[in-house]
């Protein structure tokens, strides 16, 4: 059987999802050859019709567009910034950001369920991101989200999995996909992310800013695929007590 | 529109400056208080080597760290600050330069500021573009592929009142995705009208935040009113524009001081406004037309390099623009260590975009770096940084 991975009734073979925002537009084309990268987030604030310098024009053929909705300061300009979308022949897939702070860049998940209820019934396939809080996920399934993308820590900082208590939780308890994304600065942060049971792993400073930007998205897609591998295969429970060699039990009859 | 009241005539070197007039907004907030009183309190001479390493061991800085690496004792460290600057604006802008060009709509002043070429003493030829002329211009520019536009007018609110800002906005928007404007200070009601007509971002430069020396080089008009101009961002903000930018003129004053308050400023209305986007610009002192002995005194490239590697630092996800007053060289430094934003295809004067439009009006200061939109998107380029014509969408 193949390992794929669903988002609104579309397959994917790849679960390494490439961020757009941060590279020189000639070298997003190697870093998704590279990365083997099937989607690809485009900030819809980036795109122009037409014009010098149009994101648009370098993103390669056969990629699944994930316009997200950054820039957006509640559920309202979330949602008109996908309707935007849609209509500049964007697709239907929506990354729903919404962000009231400047500084660290953090999600509103409260707006956030309430962007991904007005576009899922529109029928968008709706991926939102998320600081990871079990009740907010699932109140995003009830809302009609294709995933959840809960941040592992804040956008930029490269700092890993700094909330991996919580994305276990997620991981553990919603049957959705569940997406890292932020925060993902190396390789082995990407690896430990799927061998915990993510679904993908979303990623863009670390690779964007790397000195070889080909062999760092290549790095991270070998990462990705390693840990999915480890953790298809049962590897990555820890368990909380010994286990005697003695069994307790042993002494059962009939 | 309170232009008749808010008129500048009357205001003279006799007025306080310290005292709001008639027809202006007092927002009542504590933010000028707090970066007054502490960059008074400030005392750079006092910090150390120790403080200024210490700053760089931080995760996110506190406002005395910041005043660490303004000190002199951070002078050393230039070489640290600009590693340690370029990695902030690598890991939060990525390798995103932004471009823009200014757009000088009239240059009619009432205020007699002693150091600007536009001062409504000074005899320069007065002109503003009619609404075909501003055509012209946007048309101009819009071909150059530039997509972000910084509207600006001299401060004359009877010669180039709110209505025709707003109105000279609305064409730029029928050609332009992004428009900020740097015009004079304006009522909270004012600003919502001029984001309703799609601005999104406003720039005041405060020139000095020592209010004795800024007394003493304000010697008429509205601008001469201390608070009305520092609290403008904040009522910006009130009025719904999105990102407020932020300057001293370095070199009126101490230029460390000024750029303490500068960054505190933006600082405390971060706080108080988290969604608000904040911007940084880095203006010296140029000589202008008439007098040609104006020059920056002790900010020279190095002290100049140093305020923006600590702007960058202290807060790492604000733009920061790099001006045309400096040469192209270093402009070119800077976009690859601390700056996120460059002008080009720059010109100060009025109606010379345009080859239909007859240069109509001199320009406020000598410009330093005269490249064409295309020279400054391969510059930037050739750094294997990427130029970005627009990184907004009008919500």
Redesign the interface.
Known sequence: MQDKLILGGHEFSSRFILGSGKYSLDLINAAVQHADAQIITLALRRANEGGTANILDYIPEGVTLLPNTSGARNAEEAVRIARLSRECGCGDFVKIEIMRDSKYLLPDNQETIHATEILADEGFVVMPYMYPDLNVARDLVNAGAACVMPLGAPIGTNKGLATREFIQILINEIDLPIIVDAGIGRPSQACEAMEMGAAAVMANTAIATAGDIPAMAEAFKKAIEAGRAAYLSGLGRVRETASASSPLTGFLQD | MKDEVIGARYITRETSHMEYQTGMDDIGSEVQDEVISRMNAEEFDRYTAADVRRALGRDVLSPEDFAALLSQAAFPFLEQMASRAQAET???????VQMFTPLYIANYCENYCIYCGFNCHNKIRRAKLDMDEIERELKAIAAS?L?ELLLLTGESRSMSPVSYIGEAVRLARKYF?VIGVEIYPLNVDEYAYLHECGVDYVTVFQETYDSDKYETLHLGGHKRIFPYRLNAQERALQGGIRGVGFAALLGLSDFRRDAFATGLHAYLL?RKY?????AFSCPRLRPIINNDKINPKDVHEPQLLQVICAYRIF?P?ASITISTRERAGFRDNVIGIAATKISAGVSTGIGEHSEDNADKGDAQFEISDGRTVDEV?QAI?QQ??????????Y?
Do not use: C, T
């Not at chain 2, 294997?384 to 969408?393: K, R, T």
């Open positions: 690598r890991k939060h802008f990525g390798n995103s592929g997509q995705r971060q988290p969604h608000a986007e904040i807060m996800f998107y380029e294997g940084l990427q130029p970005v014509m627009a990184d907004y969408l919500v």
